[in-house]
């Protein structure tokens, strides 16, 4: 009975620790990037949060302050508007290159369509967000013209 329990606390561990080190795919990633932007359970409405831990778990290391640290921006990068009514997101992987992944996420905010293409690493973390871009600009320029 002693093993049992010691399994089923280990395997409770590895589970967390795979939970914390990022995602497995990278659909499953830019789909969790969008579980956050839901009309459902209010932490889960707020948009991606810009706390620390959630930076370690979407996004690449260089990318993980500039996500955490405060500003004003104008709008959400990530749904390209202040505010949200997003349609069904549609995920695809439009290429593999090298050592990274585009995905294209296409959704509808507020009856506006709107395209997104993630570049993601997979490293030892698991699957991380590199960068974001849209037809204009990046995640990454985005957040640089706005820190205080």
């Given at each position: ?10 395997c ?18 830019v ?56 349609g ?61």
């Amino acid at each position: 009975m002693r093993e049992l329990t010691g399994i089923v606390a280990l395997c409770a561990g590895l589970g967390l620790a795979a939970a914390e080190a990022g995602f497995r795919s990278p659909e499953s990633l830019v789909r969790n990037v969008y579980a956050h932007y839901g009309q459902g359970a209010p932490e889960l409405s707020k948009g991606l949060p810009r706390d620390g831990t959630t930076a370690r778990q979407f996004f690449d290391f260089p990318l993980r302050k500039a996500w955490s640290t405060p500003r004003a921006e104008p709008y959400d990068f990530l749904v390209q508007s202040p505010s949200w009514k997003l349609g069904p997101v549609a995920i695809a992987v439009a290429r593999r290159q090298y050592d990274k992944t585009y995905v294209a996420a296409n959704f509808d905010n507020h009856g506006r369509r709107v395209t997104l293409n993630f570049i993601l690493v997979n490293g030892p973390e698991g699957w991380l967000i590199t960068d974001v871009e849209s037809s204009h600009d990046s995640l990454r320029m985005f957040l640089e013209q706005f820190r205080n």
